[in-house]
């Protein structure tokens, strides 16, 4: 009896819970990373009286990830094959999640340094953080070609787990009253929380990482067979019989995230009363931890468990982290070319690539060696990227069959979440705010400028690719005083290092790369490039090789596109420019040469990178725009070769040398 009863317990948890795991898993991990880099700060600071920004977070959340599995099984894909068939621009939705993707791996950079700095106190003076921090990362890579990798998520969970245990046993000898507990419950903002409030909404539940929940749940959906072997039907009956098993995972999931992160708040502000620190004191990585150890070490061991675990769950986060994104991101490339009729790839090469591209923002990040401000600056990005997320997905419940279309309260969790994750990220990351709009004006002015040169004659004839010397001179002379003028009309920043300007100066070098090619974009940019130099100060040097570079890339893109601007294209001309402007030879630079410090770098990086990259963006978007009447600039352009860039250089350099009709 006791056999079959327990036979039929398992039938039915079978049935029952089909999909339930990664969610948990998914959620425990996260929750970890979450209590360790935000919950403990904020709760040393405010106590408890944030919770209700959790609960709200984790409430949206869940809708979000409801969401995503709606889509997959009634539809059978994942969330990122839809993303290339939204309307708008071409492919706007795979490029938006493949520079998301991206910027967040600067974010699992600092987990990398998280995990080193634990060791580092685990094994004092032993070896330094930055060489730790590599043999971490050369340790995920090596991992990631194992069969250990398939059991590493439950291994996280467990360690988790029993890090909950301890967090446990460590609090009960500081009692929570229920009113202390309620009055967290009850929306209230205190003084100078806004911060906090922003690294909850894009950190506490985990970040676009939860779209990846889509890909785990196709893979099991196309395994998943009856007991007698037989395949379920992806039709109504079957989205009916396991949506509930979907929404238990994901429910049972963000309610342990909640319970733990509710835990480290506490343990952060228990930390504070231990100590003689007032709350509100500024924190940094070292005193967070030594007050948290001094709490640990109430328990044998305590504090060595806590900081092998903490440096594992760290480890953890970063292995998951580089795999399910090069998944995803594989995942979309193929599905661009597939639904554009191009020959696919095999995925284990894409897969291998986006590796290595994240080994280089991995190692920049570790560079950088910031890593509280670089998740703080994740939590930006993420707030802000849930918020368009959250509108594609009620876009994309819209289309779903009438049984798998989520309820009117869904609809109103996500619509208010992703408008208010949008808004607080606007709101506290104040350099657009601040800086973008002004800049944004004064490239309106630019504006006039591009419709009128677009009806003359000479840009007829570089559109034609039948421009002579002197049009092109006309172009460089115009779009390099463009760039003059993106530098002169820019935002000065004082700071420690002599200050630096936020500008729209690339947007020229841009256009004229365009427009003319490489050569014709390199002299536009100079033109700018040498009046930035006479401006004077620290960052100068890298500002006149980054507009360099824009007017060259511009030119090359654009014979890669063969001559075709749209206005997609050039909003990701500009955003990998300024990406690279501000991501790579700004710091590297400074770096080298010693300039500046990597907490002013950090600074400079925050200030700039969003302001800039919109505001140059939406140049190229109106430009483009304008210039949409010709489908081809240049008149389709040639192969670019080295003897063709030569003989367009002399044209410019020597114009009287040209034989004359």
Not at 169 to 181: A, E, G, Q, R
Not at 224 to 233: I, K, N, S
Not at 611 to 631: C, E, L, R
Request: aromatic share 12%; proline share 3%.
């Amino acid at each position: 009896m006791n056999e079959s009863r327990l036979s039929r317990f398992r039938k039915w948890f079978a049935n029952t819970f089909v999909f339930f795991g990664p969610g948990l898993l998914l959620a425990i991990t996260a929750a970890g990373e979450a209590g360790i880099t935000e919950a403990i700060e904020i709760g040393a600071h405010y106590g408890l009286a944030l919770l209700w920004v959790v609960i709200i977070t984790l409430l949206f959340k869940y809708a979000f990830t409801n969401g995503i599995a709606r889509y997959t099984l009634a539809t059978g894909h994942t969330i990122f094959d839809a993303l290339g068939k939204l309307p708008g621009p071409k492919n706007w939705g795979p490029i938006l999640v493949i520079v998301s993707y991206m910027l967040e791996m600067f974010a699992v950079g600092a987990m990398i340094l998280f995990a080193a700095t634990f060791l580092d106190y685990l094994l004092p003076g032993v070896f330094s953080i930055f060489l730790l921090s590599i043999t971490l990362l050369i340790a995920a890579l090596a991992l990631l070609r194992t069969h250990i990798y398939h059991h590493f998520e439950q291994i996280m969970a467990v360690i988790v787990i029993v890090m909950g245990i301890s967090l446990i046993l460590v609090l009960i000898s500081f009692p929570f009253t229920p009113d202390m507990i309620l009055s967290g419950i009850v929306p209230n903002i205190p003084a100078g929380s806004e911060t906090a409030i922003l690294a909850i909404l894009g950190v506490v539940g985990s970040g676009l990482n939860l779209m990846l929940y889509s890909v785990w749940l196709k893979e099991k959906t196309d395994k998943t067979e009856l007991a007698d072997g037989t395949c379920y039907v992806k039709n109504e009956a079957f989205f009916k019989r396991f949506i509930k098993s979907v929404n238990a995972d994901i429910a049972i999931g963000f309610a342990i995230v909640l319970l733990i992160t509710f835990g480290f708040m506490c343990l952060g502000y228990a930390g504070f009363a231990v100590s003689f620190m007032p709350h509100g004191a500024e924190l940094n990585l070292n005193i967070l931890i030594t007050q948290v150890l001094y709490l640990f070490s109430s328990i044998p061991y305590g504090t060595y468990v806590f900081l092998l675990f903490v440096a594992i769950i760290f480890f953890g986060s970063v292995v998951i982290g580089i795999d399910a994104r090069a998944k995803a991101l594989t995942r979309v490339i193929v599905s661009m070319r597939e639904d554009a009729g191009k020959t696919v790839v095999r995925e284990s090469r894409v897969y291998q690539f986006f590796i290595w591209v994240f080994v280089g923002i991995l190692i920049l990040s570790i560079l950088i060696n910031n890593p509280m401000g670089t998740i703080r600056l994740s939590a930006v990005i993420c707030a802000l990227l849930f918020g368009v997320f959250g509108f594609i997905l009620l876009y994309l419940n819209s289309r779903l069959p009438e049984y798998a279309r989520a309820s009117r309260l869904w609809m109103l969790v996500i619509a208010v979440g992703s408008i208010l994750s949008a808004y607080v990220a606007l709101l506290i990351e104040g350099s657009f705010l601040e800086f973008g709009l002004p800049l944004f004006e004064n490239v309106l002015v630019c504006t006039v400028v591009f419709y009128i040169f677009c009806r003359t004659k000479t840009f007829q004839r570089m559109a034609d690719g039948t421009a002579n010397i002197v049009d092109k001179f006309w172009v460089v002379f115009i779009f390099g005083l463009i760039s003059v003028y993106g530098t002169y009309s820019g935002i000065m920043i004082a700071g420690e290092y002599g200050g630096y300007i936020l500008n729209f100066r690339d947007l020229g070098a841009m256009i004229a790369g365009v427009l003319g090619g490489p050569v014709v974009g390199f002299f536009a940019a100079l033109i700018g490039g040498v009046y930035r130099l006479t401006v004077g100060g620290v960052t100068a040097v890298p500002c006149f090789l980054a507009t360099l570079a824009a007017g060259v890339l511009a030119g090359i893109a654009i014979r890669i596109w063969k001559g075709k601007l749209t206005m997609r294209r050039g909003a990701t001309l500009a955003a990998v420019v300024e990406l690279l402007h501000l991501l790579l030879i700004f710091p590297i630079y400074a770096l080298a040469t010693g300039v500046m410090g990597l907490s002013m770098i950090q600074d400079v990086i925050l200030t700039t990178t969003l302001p800039m990259t919109i505001v140059n963006a939406a140049g190229m978007i109106i430009f483009a725009h304008f210039a949409q009447k010709y489908p081809l600039l240049q008149g389709g352009l040639k192969r670019m070769t080295l003897s063709s860039l030569r003989e367009e250089i002399r044209a410019l350099i020597h114009p009287l040398t040209e034989e004359k009709p």
